[in-house]
């Protein structure tokens, strides 16, 4: 197992905005300063497209924020009809993805937002519903993943339930909002949630407040997999959700507030070392 010492160390070189440069979270951080509603719409598209090669990833959500939205993703998705969304997303590929699974995409954000007010505050009313208390997450701290799987078993469905509405199951738009409801690790969305719900600290955004870090949960791909092995964080083979319980609870060992605070750190390092 890795030392508290090690960690830290890892930390204090790689938690770092340089390294942002390498990271699908850098288009995100064009938008602060410009509200929460900004950044709950650009980093649900950002994490959902978070797969494949990084600067592939990152050179698709430009094109989507520059070419398609004129650089204004709020007024794009609030102002164009679904219809108009399918249209202006012609021709967009990002490999399993077209276009039309981006608009139901954005289209589902946009219902829900209408809905409860806000991304964060949909989230809150899972939080509820799992029966976990709002302002201070305590059962959800306690339970560990458990119960954490039930909230963003719920946020996954209003998501998807949302998108159905437009395009129907089709696979590919599913694929662009996993769901932990079979045991897969759903890394691209809780890599969205840690980076709303975690403090501003100059990689993550602080624009949900209500949700406590805490009880976030590591996002774990084959990448990060390996390197937790190679650190001792856990045994697992699979990159599943279990894999992610299980290195979650080992950092929780070293900072129980604040678990994932480690998860940039040890990712880039590895894609530091891989690239190296």
């Known amino acids: 197992m890795i030392t508290k010492q090690a960690l830290e160390d890892i930390y204090a070189k790689y938690h770092r905005p340089e390294y942002l440069k390498i990271d699908p979270l ?6 602060k300063g410009k509200g929460r509603e900004a950044l709950e719409a650009v980093g ?8 494949g090669r990084v600067e592939i990833i990152v050179r698709n959500i430009n094109v989507l924020i520059d070419d398609v939205m004129g650089g ?5 998705v609030n102002g164009a009809s ?17 276009g039309v699974d981006i608009a139901a995409l954005l289209e589902a954000a946009k219902s829900v937002t209408l809905e ?6 949909c989230f809150c009313g899972c939080m509820a519903q799992a029966g976990v208390d709002v302002k201070s997450g305590i059962r959800a701290n306690a339970g560990g993943g458990g119960q954490f799987r039930d909230i963003l078993t719920l946020f996954t469905d209003k998501l998807r339930d949302a998108g159905r509405k437009h395009c129907g199951g089709r696979a590919s738009f599913e ?11 759903c890394k691209r969305m809780v890599l969205y949630l840690r980076w709303m719900a975690r403090k501003d600290d100059g990689i ?10 805490s009880m976030l949960l590591v996002p774990v791909d084959t990448h990060v997999a390996q390197i937790a092995r190679g650190y001792g964080l856990t ?20 900072d129980p507030s604040d678990p994932v605070r480690y998860d940039f750190a040890i990712c880039h390092a590895g894609m530091v070392g891989f690239r190296g």
Request: with cysteine; proline share 5%; charged share 25%.
């Open 235 to 254: 045994k697992r083979n699979s990159a599943d959700w279990k894999m992610a319980e299980e290195i979650t609870a080992a950092l929780r060992a070293f």
């Open 72 to 76: 204004d993703p709020v007024a794009f």
């Open 116 to 121: 409860y007010g806000s991304l964060e505050k």
């Open 204 to 213: 993550d955004l602080g624009a949900w407040k209500s949700v406590p870090a």
């Open 175 to 185: 694929h662009l909002i996993p769901s932990p409801r079979r045991g897969s690790a």
């Open 82 to 98: 679904y219809k108009g969304k399918v249209e202006a997303l012609a021709g967009f590929k990002h490999r399993f993805n077209d």
């Open 44 to 51: 649900i598209m950002a994490a959902a497209l978070a797969y």
């Open 26 to 31: 850098l288009c995100v951080h064009r938008f």
